[in-house]
């Protein structure tokens, strides 16, 4: 399907510079460009920008495609590598120079260095004079080296109508003649994305706001080629706001986790509340908080993104990643948490342990908001007696809790069927029989279960242990008060 301004369908990309993680604002991009392709039956494509050779990592690419397999923003072909698109850059670098409309710049690196000086002590702008710009290579030393620049338009303006930030108009004469091909022969950033956008078909690019000066040189190399061999259309902009912290300066590190990775792995969030969080970070449909996947494609478009960067909240990812947990299926849940159980612990888990876990999910999950948090909550069903105590737990078993615990433990032991409801007719006969509330009870008996003060409810405690687990934690801690 085409949208208004575009004659073809639409195709989008996701071009990511592998020089580390997944940034969580490079997530929102790509998933930005997924959903405007999906909602309009388009293409999303990825494209990995890896021309500067010395920071780009093969660790880095995996990480990358690691963490949009995760969030399953998949590009809808093969992944675009733009080194090996050399050739191609250098090419129409050539086709530009041909058709006049670049040059050959012989300006030698103290020559602009000096230059820069000037402008520096008169402070003027920063930026190249074009004093090869209408000089004859001949001028030239014989073999001296050279760069190829582009011929930029000196009078008038350029005008980018811009899907989110509007109409935004430059004066040619703040554009300098950039470098398209450097003196070795390598094409420069700026070339090598113009070309990869037209090859590609890219339709609309939609990137970070702090892009959208590039796209005023940019778009003189497709006007430029335009004029030398048709064919090379103007993509629809988007530049989208920046994320930024809580404070409202630019997300950084102290801001928390800045990778993909580290809210899956360290932080225990699922990538559907991820995405969920990461749709609402500058864009909206009226009050709606809890979006689907599927809702998303229908509702998406770029008229509903603002032009004020998003300010990031911890808070409320978590809880929306509480809700997805309880909407989550629990063995998928139990998988996901088994290991992080084994990681506190530092042990292997005993086979079962998933079904256990499985069983006991609808307990654990309702009240937690993390993976690690429903791992914490877990701990207790692994442990082995004697069970460490947090200073808590341990104030309640004091004398009087360790006879009530005997007197329970004896209620228990006769129960012919270990059913919740069973478990929960004994202790309720316990607290009667000695005058006290139901809670009375429960504390000291879920201290002494778990080694915690906090746990799912004491009745799915004792009946996930099971009879025998339950009666001999109980038993280790009447001997540890007989000792």
């Not at 004994?426 to 080694?451: F, M, N, S, W």
Request: aromatic share 6%; charged share 25%; with cysteine.
């Amino acid at each position: 399907m085409s949208v208004k301004g575009v004659n073809k369908p639409v195709v989008t990309r996701f071009a990511p510079s592998p020089t580390g993680f997944l940034h969580i604002g490079g997530a929102r991009t790509a998933l930005f460009n997924w959903l405007f392709a999906r909602h309009h039956g388009g293409k999303f494509l990825l494209r990995i920008e890896d021309t500067d050779r010395a920071r780009s990592t093969e660790e880095a690419v995996a990480a990358i495609f690691d963490g949009l397999e995760w969030l399953g923003l998949g590009g809808d072909e093969p992944a675009v590598f733009q080194f090996e698109r050399t050739p191609r850059h250098a090419e129409v670098a050539n086709q530009l120079l041909a058709g006049g409309h670049a040059y050959r710049c012989y300006a030698t690196p103290e020559e602009l260095a000096e230059l820069r000086e000037q402008q520096r002590a008169a402070k003027q702008p920063m930026r190249y004079d074009g004093r090869w710009r209408d000089r004859s290579p001949e001028e030239a030393p014989q073999g001296a080296p050279f760069v190829i620049r582009l011929k930029a338009p000196r009078e008038g303006e350029t005008v980018i109508e811009d899907a989110v930030q509007g109409r935004v108009v430059v004066q040619n004469a703040e554009l300098d003649d950039m470098i398209l091909l450097r003196s070795d022969g390598t094409p420069t950033y700026m070339l090598a994305v113009v070309v990869d956008d037209h090859d590609m078909g890219i339709t609309h690019v939609i990137r970070g706001d702090d892009h959208l000066n590039n796209a005023f040189r940019q778009l003189g190399i497709i006007r430029a080629m335009a004029e030398i061999e048709g064919g090379w259309d103007e993509p629809v902009y988007a530049h989208i706001p920046l994320i930024h912290g809580s404070d409202g300066a630019k997300l950084s590190k102290r801001h928390g986790a800045l990778g993909v990775d580290a809210y899956r792995d360290e932080m225990g969030m699922l990538p559907e509340a991820v995405l969920n969080y990461l749709l609402r970070l500058g864009w909206g449909h009226g009050d709606e908080e809890i979006i689907s996947r599927d809702r998303a494609v229908e509702l998406f478009d770029i008229a509903g993104v603002g032009r004020s960067p998003s300010r990031f909240d911890i808070k409320k990812l978590e809880n929306l990643n509480g809700h997805y947990l309880r909407e989550a299926d629990d063995a998928r849940l139990a998988a996901l948490v088994a290991p992080r159980v084994a990681d506190r612990l530092g042990k292997p888990l005993p086979t079962g342990a998933e079904q256990l876990l499985t069983d006991a999910m609808p307990s654990l999950k309702p009240r937690a908001k993390t993976l690690n948090e429903i791992a914490e909550g877990a701990e207790f069903l692994f442990k082995n007696c004697p069970l460490d105590f947090d200073e808590k737990a341990l104030a309640l078993l004091d004398d009087s809790a360790r006879a009530l615990l005997g007197q329970t433990a004896d209620a228990l032991a006769p129960v012919p069927s270990w059913t919740v409801e069973a478990i929960e007719e004994a202790i309720r006969h316990v607290a009667e029989d000695a005058g006290l509330g139901l809670g009375k009870v429960a504390q000291p008996l879920r201290a002494a279960l778990t080694g915690r003060t906090v746990s799912p409810g004491i009745f799915d405690v004792l009946f996930l242990l099971g009879k025998a687990e339950s009666l001999e934690r109980l038993a280790a801690v009447r001997h540890a008060s007989a000792g």
